[in-house]
C-alpha cells in the first residue's frame, strides 16, 4: 500500500505519486479486476447486485487510477511521465475492449433486462442498464470473434494516435520561442504583458523577454503588438504547428490520415456507413444530414453579419492603421483598435478590474444565489503549487469538491477543459453499503499566470471562460442521481453537454455579478455602468465572424467523418478548402495548418461532434432567456437544478431542457442574443 496510486482516498496525494508507480499499480489493479471479473461470471444466479453493481465497483477502481495518470499527463507533462503513460495505453484500452466484448458479461446484461427485476430498479439503473447494453453493442460484444480482434486493435491504436496527437501540438507549442534583449519592438503590448514575456525569460535565466507560442502569449502580442513583423512571425508559427511545415518530428499530418482511417474502419466494422453515424448514435443529432443542414442553416444566417463585419475591420485598418491590405496577422490587432475607437474601452482596461481572488469569490456568490451551495477552500496535496481545492457546501453538508488549475505553464496542455476524478455514487452492497460518494473534479484554464507576486488579473473572455468550465463542473457537481453510469455528466448526450457550461457563460454579462467580482488594481473601485454599458454594447463586436468560424469548424468536423469512402480520406484539405469558400469571410495563408493542431476532433472527445457547441448554444440561450423572463431568479435557478443538473444522464437531454422549459427549445434567444435580427437573419 506504499504505491499511492493504490491507495488514493478521497483526496490523492499528488506530489507522493512516482512515474515507478504507475506500472505496478495498473497491472496490479487490472489483474485483480480480471479475477472479480471471473467471479462475477461463475455466479449461476444473475441479478443486478452481483452482476452490475460489482462490475462497477471493478471499472471505477481501474478508471479513476488510470484517470489520474491521464491528468497529470496533461497538466504536469515529463518525458518520464510521457513515456510510461504511451507505453501503457494499449494495454489499458485492451482492458476496457474486453469488458465491453465480453459476450458472458453481455447475456448477464441482457438477462436482468429481459428479468422480472428490471421492472423494479430504479429510473437511473434501468437507464443505466439500456447505455450499458448499448455500449456493449458499440464495443464490438456481437461481432465474430475474429472482428471482435480487429476491432480491438482498432481501439487501441485510435486512443494511441488521439495521445501522440496531442503531444506533438504540445511539443510544438512548447519547442518555439522568441526572445528579446529589450522592449523596443514589442511596443503596443501592455504592463502585464511585458511583465510576462520577462518571467518566461528570467525562469531561464535569461535578460530580457521571452514569448512563446501558449495562449496568453499568442493572444497578447496578436492584439497588441504595434510590430506587425512580429505578429506576422508568431502567427505563421502558430498556424503551422505540428505540421510538416514546421518541426518535421511534431508532424500530425500522417496522424490525421491515420485517425480518420480506423474511425471508418471502426465503423464499419460495426454495420455504420461511416464514423459520423457512429458518433451520432450516441448523440440527441439523428443523421449527420440533419446535423449539416442545422450548420448550413446557421452559416447562411451569419454569413451576411460576418461580411459587415470584415469590412469594417478593414475599412478601419486602411484608414486609420495604414495597413493597406489588412492580413490574418492583423485581425485582431485592428480588431482591438476598432473596439476601442468605436466602444471606447479596451481589453486592457477592463482586465485592471478583476483579480483573480475577487473573481472567484463573485463566481461563487453567483452560484450561491441560484443554488444555495457554498464553496469553502482546503488545503489539500496537489500537483503545481497554483492549484487550488474547494468543498461544495449545502445545509451542513459537503456535496462535491474541485480542484482549480488556472494558469498556463510549459508541460500542460492548452486550452481549457473540466474532467472528474470521480463521480457520485451510492454503494448498495459490501462494506460502503449505503454510504454516498461525493463527486469531485477537475477545472482546468490556461489564464495567465502571476507575475512577480503581482496577483493575476483575469480578461473578460478569461472570465466567461472561468464560467463556462464552472458550468461543466456544476452539471457534474450538482447531482442528484444516486447510480454512477448517468450521475453528473455520465450519460449525457455529447451534444447537449455544452448546454450547463454555456448556459453559465450568460452571468458573466450581468452588471451586479460583473460589479461583486471588480476591484481596479490601483484604487479598488468597482467596475463602473459606464463601461460596463460599453462592454455590453461591444458584446456582439464581431460575433458574425466568430459564428461562421465555428461553421467552418463544425462543417470540416462533420464532412471528414462522413465520408465513406477510404480513398477518399486523405482529401481533408481540400474538404477544408471547400468549407472556406462556402462559409468564411476571411481565407487564411495557404500556409496555415489549422487542422494540425485540432485536438477537439483528432485527440479529444469531438469527433464528428464539434456541431455540439452550437447544436447546445440554442439550448442554453432558450434556457438563460427563461431567467430573463423571471422575476424570481432563486426559483428558478433550483427548477433548472432539478430539472437539468441533478438528474444527470438518467434521462434524456431533450426531455430535460422540456422538463425545465416548459416546451421543445427554440433558435430565437440564440439569434437575440447574437444581436441577428431574426427576419434580417
Not at 174 to 183: C, G, K, V, W
Request: net charge negative; hydrophobic share 40%; with cysteine.
Amino acid at each position: 500500500m506504499s504505491n499511492v496510486l493504490l491507495n488514493l482516498g478521497d483526496e490523492p496525494r499528488y506530489p507522493d505519486i512516482q512515474t515507478t508507480d504507475i506500472r505496478p499499480a495498473m497491472e496490479a489493479v487490472m489483474n485483480e479486476a480480471r479475477a472479480g471479473i471471473a467471479a462475477i461470471k461463475a455466479q449461476s444466479e444473475i441479478t443486478w447486485a452481483n452482476t452490475v453493481e460489482p462490475l462497477t465497483d471493478i471499472t471505477e477502481r481501474v478508471g479513476r487510477i488510470w484517470g489520474v495518470v491521464a491528468h497529470l499527463n496533461s497538466v504536469a507533462d515529463t518525458p518520464e511521465l510521457r513515456a510510461v503513460y504511451n507505453e501503457l495505453m494499449p494495454e489499458v484500452t485492451v482492458f476496457f475492449t474486453e469488458i465491453g466484448q465480453d459476450i458472458e458479461l453481455y447475456e448477464r446484461f441482457k438477462a436482468i433486462k429481459a428479468s422480472s427485476e428490471f421492472a423494479k430498479l430504479e429510473a437511473a439503473q434501468q437507464t443505466k442498464l439500456n447505455h450499458d447494453l448499448r455500449d456493449f453493442v458499440l464495443s464490438g460484444a456481437e461481432l465474430p470473434p475474429e472482428q471482435q480482434e480487429a476491432f480491438a486493435q482498432l481501439q487501441t491504436k485510435s486512443a494511441q494516435l488521439g495521445a501522440q496527437f496531442s503531444q506533438n501540438v504540445l511539443d510544438a507549442t512548447d519547442a518555439f520561442a522568441l526572445y528579446f534583449d529589450n522592449a523596443d519592438a514589442l511596443a503596443g503590448l501592455p504592463e502585464d504583458a511585458l511583465a510576462m514575456f520577462a518571467a518566461a525569460a528570467q525562469a531561464e535565466d535569461k535578460e530580457g523577454y521571452k514569448i512563446g507560442l501558449q495562449m496568453p502569449h499568442y493572444i497578447a502580442v496578436m492584439q497588441y503588438a504595434d510590430n506587425r513583423e512580429l505578429r506576422e512571425k508568431l502567427y505563421h508559427a502558430y498556424v503551422t504547428r505540428a505540421s510538416e511545415l514546421g518541426d518535421g518530428q511534431f508532424d500530425n499530418t500522417d496522424n490525421i490520415n491515420r485517425r480518420l482511417e480506423v474511425a471508418l474502419e471502426e465503423a464499419q466494422l460495426l454495420g455504420f456507413k461511416n464514423f459520423a453515424e457512429l458518433s451520432l448514435y450516441t448523440k440527441m443529432a439523428d443523421t449527420p444530414e440533419q446535423v449539416l443542414d442545422f450548420l448550413h442553416d446557421l452559416a447562411r444566417r451569419a454569413k451576411p453579419f460576418a461580411e459587415k463585419d470584415l469590412a469594417e475591420v478593414q475599412a478601419f485598418a486602411r484608414e486609420n492603421l495604414g495597413i493597406a491590405e489588412p492580413q490574418a496577422w492583423d485581425l485582431s490587432y485592428a480588431s482591438e483598435k476598432l473596439r476601442q475607437a468605436k466602444y471606447a474601452f479596451s481589453e486592457t482596461e477592463v482586465k485592471k478590474y478583476f483579480p483573480v481572488s475577487k473573481v472567484l469569490a463573485g463566481l461563487f456568490a453567483q452560484i450561491n444565489r441560484l443554488y444555495g451551495v457554498n464553496f469553502i477552500e482546503k488545503n489539500v496535496p496537489v500537483w503545481h503549487k497554483d492549484v487550488r481545492y474547494f468543498e461544495l457546501e449545502k445545509g451542513g453538508g459537503i456535496i462535491g469538491g474541485v480542484y482549480m488549475d488556472l494558469y498556463a505553464r510549459e508541460g500542460k496542455r492548452g486550452g481549457a477543459w473540466m474532467n472528474d476524478y470521480r463521480g457520485r455514487r451510492r454503494f448498495i452492497s459490501g462494506n460502503k453499503t449505503g454510504q454516498m460518494q461525493t463527486p469531485i473534479a477537475y477545472l482546468v484554464c490556461n489564464f495567465t499566470p502571476p507575475v512577480n507576486g503581482k496577483e493575476s488579473r483575469l480578461s473578460h473572455n478569461e472570465i466567461t471562460t472561468l464560467y463556462h468550465e464552472t458550468g461543466h463542473g456544476l452539471h457534474h457537481l450538482l447531482t442528484q442521481v444516486d447510480e454512477l453510469g448517468v450521475s453528473g455528466i455520465n450519460g449525457v448526450e455529447w451534444d447537449a453537454v455544452e448546454l450547463p457550461s454555456q448556459f453559465m457563460e450568460n452571468f458573466a454579462w450581468e452588471y451586479d455579478v460583473l460589479a461583486e467580482m471588480s476591484s481596479h488594481e490601483d484604487d479598488g473601485s468597482v467596475l463602473p455602468r459606464e463601461l460596463f454599458d460599453k462592454m455590453v454594447a461591444a458584446k456582439n463586436f464581431q460575433r458574425g465572424m466568430f459564428l461562421v468560424r465555428q461553421m467552418e469548424f463544425a462543417l470540416f468536423d462533420m464532412l471528414i467523418y462522413s465520408e465513406n469512402d477510404p480513398s477518399r480520406l486523405k482529401d481533408w484539405p481540400k474538404v477544408l478548402d471547400n468549407v472556406r469558400r462556402e462559409v468564411a469571410v476571411i481565407q487564411p495563408p495557404s500556409y496555415n495548418r489549422f487542422a494540425n493542431s485540432f485536438g477537439h476532433i483528432f485527440a479529444g472527445g469531438y469527433a464528428a461532434g464539434y456541431y455540439s457547441y452550437a447544436w447546445a448554444e440554442v439550448l442554453s440561450a432558450d434556457a438563460y432567456a427563461a431567467f430573463e423572463e423571471s422575476d424570481d431568479v432563486k426559483a428558478t435557478g433550483k427548477r433548472f437544478w432539478m430539472e437539468v443538473l441533478a438528474v444527470g444522464g438518467s434521462r434524456s437531454a431533450l426531455e430535460s431542457f422540456k422538463a425545465f422549459r416548459g416546451r421543445e427549445p427554440k433558435i430565437d434567444a440564440l439569434l437575440r442574443h447574437s444581436g441577428f435580427d431574426a427576419e434580417a437573419a
